[in-house]
Nanobody
């Protein structure tokens, strides 16, 4: 059974940082690429990052490139998203999921974790 458990969200000031975690069960991160997505009310879920399971190459949406970094700890089967220089427009519910580029080709989603950037 695939389970994706996101954590680490919260309220942060503009310019601040957060580190999100995604504990994965049901597949290993050396077998499937993992990525991060986000969604705000009234908008489609947006793929923002993906890391390859084979060569660790990363892809980022232009909106987060240079500020966010995706990584994995395969021993813990956990993915991370380090978010720096946060902006109010980063406010969203953040999800991890399998990825191809910034697309989730599966129907697997976790509950997400809320990130709010506000002064």
């Amino acid at each position: 059974q695939v389970q994706l458990v996101e954590s680490g969200g919260g309220l942060v000031q503009p310019g601040g940082s957060l580190r999100l975690s995604c504990v994965v069960s049901g597949f290993t991160l050396d077998a499937r690429s993992i990525g991060w997505f986000r969604q705000v009310p009234g908008k489609e879920r947006e793929g923002i990052s993906c890391i390859s399971s084979t060569d660790s190459r990363t892809d980022y949406a232009d909106s987060v490139k240079g500020r966010f970094t995706i990584s994995t700890d395969n021993a813990k089967n956990t993915a991370y998203l380090q978010m720096n220089n946060l902006k109010p427009e980063d406010t969203a519910v953040y999800y991890c999921a399998p990825c191809v580029g910034t697309i989730n080709p599966t129907h697997y989603w976790g509950q997400g974790t809320q990130v709010t950037v506000s002064s």
